[in-house]
Each structure stands twice: as structure tokens, then as C-alpha cells.
């Protein structure tokens, strides 16, 4: 049981790093959209997945993608805060009966209201750090935040689109 759904989180992330590498990262019309589909790969981990190990994963992917295009440390940061933050997101926004039954995030198990919140939360944490860390002064306060939210809808957009093409009613 653990073996097939480690391989599919694998391969999972490698195919969101690919189309986060090789497509999305050329979108910058304006400087204002710039989607980052990879946290994807953070947000469907199990939700039994350990701390240090989230941690540990989120640090992976951020210098995954911190690699290939270039960066110098942004994305793992990024990664690391979303890590950090997604066990209090979920807390939060737990459902009364809980997440006893069920594996990992999704909208399969939990319907659209519940993960539109889930990823606009995660994802509006993630580009805020992430934009602010990239430019650190506060001269651009307005263009950055401009900036969070659009990218942050057109993420949640893409990363919506992805969870509906692989969705399996139960």
C-alpha cells in the first residue's frame, strides 16, 4: 500500500517539476503572472506524512526547482514556510468529522469548497512569502502584492484544472 502511492508522490512531483521547469516558468506577461504548480506536490502529500518529513520534501522540491531555473535559494525557502504552515492550515480548516478515513488532500474526498480554501490558503501563503523574500523592500509593496494575488489565482486555476483531470469519483 505504501509503495504504489510513494511512487505515485515520485512521480508526481518529477512531472509538476517538468511542466513547472519547462512551461511555467516562461509565462511573465507583465512580470505579473508567474505560476508555481510544483507546491502541488506539497499540498497532496498523505496527511500522516511526519513533520520532518514534510519539512524535508518541501526543502527537496524548492532546490529542485531553485536548481534548474537559476535561483538562489527563493523557492526552497517558499517551500519550506508552505511545509511548515500546511499542518496549522489544515487544523484550521479541518471538517467537523475530521480526517480519519481518508489519505491525502483532494477534491475527491472532500469536494470543491473544502480544497478551493485549502489551496488558496497554501498557495497566497506561499507566493507571498515568496514574492516579498525576491524583491525585500518595502518601495514595491503594492506591485508585489499585485502580483501575489493574481499569480496566486492563476495558480489555484492551474493547480484546480490538474486535480479535476485526474479525478476519480469514488
Known amino acids: 500500500m505504501i509503495v504504489p502511492l510513494l511512487i505515485k508522490d515520485i512521480l508526481r512531483f518529477f512531472v509538476l517539476a517538468l511542466v513547472q521547469l519547462f512551461v511555467l516558468n516562461d509565462i511573465h506577461l507583465g512580470g505579473l503572472y508567474n505560476p508555481y504548480i510544483y507546491i502541488l506536490f506539497i499540498l497532496l502529500l498523505p496527511f500522516e506524512t511526519p513533520g520532518w518529513l514534510l519539512l524535508v520534501l518541501s526543502f527537496l522540491s524548492g532546490l529542485c526547482i531553485d536548481y534548474f531555473?537559476?535561483?538562489?535559494?527563493?523557492h526552497t525557502a517558499?517551500?519550506?514556510?508552505?511545509?511548515?504552515?500546511?499542518?496549522?492550515?489544515?487544523?484550521?480548516?479541518?471538517?467537523?468529522?475530521?480526517?480519519?478515513?481518508?489519505?491525502?488532500?483532494?477534491?475527491?474526498?472532500?469536494?470543491?469548497?473544502?480544497?478551493?480554501?485549502?489551496?488558496?490558503?497554501?498557495?497566497?501563503?506561499?507566493?507571498?512569502?515568496?514574492?516579498?523574500?525576491?524583491?525585500?523592500?518595502?518601495?514595491?509593496?503594492?506591485?508585489?502584492?499585485?502580483?501575489?494575488?493574481?499569480?496566486?489565482?492563476?495558480?489555484?486555476?492551474?493547480?484546480?484544472?490538474?486535480?479535476?483531470?485526474?479525478?476519480?469519483?469514488?
Not at 69 to 74: E, I, V
Open 69 to 74: 531555473s537559476h535561483q538562489h535559494g527563493l
Open 78 to 170: 517558499a517551500s519550506v514556510f508552505l511545509g511548515f504552515m500546511r499542518p496549522f492550515i489544515l487544523r484550521w480548516i479541518a471538517p467537523r468529522e475530521g480526517y480519519e478515513n481518508v489519505v491525502r488532500p483532494g477534491i475527491q474526498d472532500f469536494g470543491l469548497p473544502w480544497f478551493l480554501r485549502y489551496a488558496l490558503f497554501c498557495t497566497l501563503l506561499h507566493h507571498a512569502f515568496l514574492f516579498y523574500m525576491e524583491i525585500f523592500r518595502l518601495s514595491d509593496f503594492f506591485y508585489t502584492l499585485a502580483r501575489i494575488i493574481i499569480s496566486t489565482i492563476f495558480t489555484v486555476v492551474l493547480i484546480l484544472l490538474i486535480e479535476y483531470m485526474f479525478y476519480k469519483k469514488a
